[in-house]
């Protein structure tokens, strides 16, 4: 139980251009859901919370006008990255909260974007 | 002072041997405390998941948690080149439905041989 899919595993796309990438959790209801960055051989940093219905929590230092986030439903959350930059090439995870009686976060297989 | 500290290794040791990983932090708030495994251009999988102080094991693994002296471990036993991958702790202050954030450490890269 508790697998989240993540589409597409893998993207490449011109500088300028916006990227939308989809977080789905399969078998459960996830009413918060994460998006994370990761840098090669670097720990996951944490970029947005949202919760169903709201908007997303930004941390400190990530553009929420670059990094748009929407989480229509309990299964459903998409980061789309906004007028795409080489810099922003990254790995980027999500994970969705499950809550009950395991509070932890199950994590997507990421995705790769890569800016020419 | 990061919040998690975690040595990134590498760690390179050969099939069968026992496997320490640790981290420390600094937040007496934290209170559940995971280890997540992740491959190479993989997203983390969760391996183990403790509340509070105490040992937990599954299979092959058991994890620590020493709240008084803030320092959690991860052992595996009989290692095999099928857990080489990065092993991340993490750890929370919060539980609920609006789950709080996870603080992570920077991962341990762990390398089995046979």
């Known amino acids: 139980g508790a697998v989240v899919s993540q589409h597409p595993s893998r993207v490449i796309c011109k500088s300028g251009t916006s990227v939308k990438i989809e977080c789905r959790s399969l078998d459960f209801q996830a009413t918060t859901m994460f998006w994370y960055r990761q840098f090669p051989k670097k720990s996951l940093m944490l970029m947005a919370t949202s919760n169903e219905g709201s908007k997303a929590t930004y941390e400190q230092g990530v553009e929420k006008d670059k990094f748009l986030i929407n989480h229509a439903s309990l299964t459903l959350s998409t980061l789309t990255v906004t007028s795409a930059h080489p810099e922003d090439s990254s790995f980027y995870i999500c994970s969705g909260g499950a809550g009950g009686s395991t509070d932890t976060q199950y994590f997507g297989p990421g995705t790769r974007l890569t800016v020419l | 002072q990061k919040e998690v500290e975690q040595d990134p290794g590498p760690l390179s040791v050969p099939e069968g041997a026992i496997v320490s990983l640790n981290c420390t932090y600094s937040?007496?708030?934290?209170?559940?405390f995971m280890w997540y495994r992740q491959y190479s251009r993989k997203g983390p999988e969760l391996l183990m998941y403790t509340y509070s102080s105490g040992n937990k094991e599954d299979g092959r693994f058991t994890a620590q948690v020493d709240k008084s002296s803030k320092y959690i471990s991860l052992f595996i036993r009989d290692s095999q080149p099928s857990d080489s991958a990065t092993y991340l702790c993490a750890m929370s202050a919060a539980r609920g439905s609006t789950l709080g954030r996870l603080y992570f450490g920077r991962g341990t890269q762990l390398t089995v041989w046979p």
């Open positions: 937040n007496s708030a934290f209170q559940y």
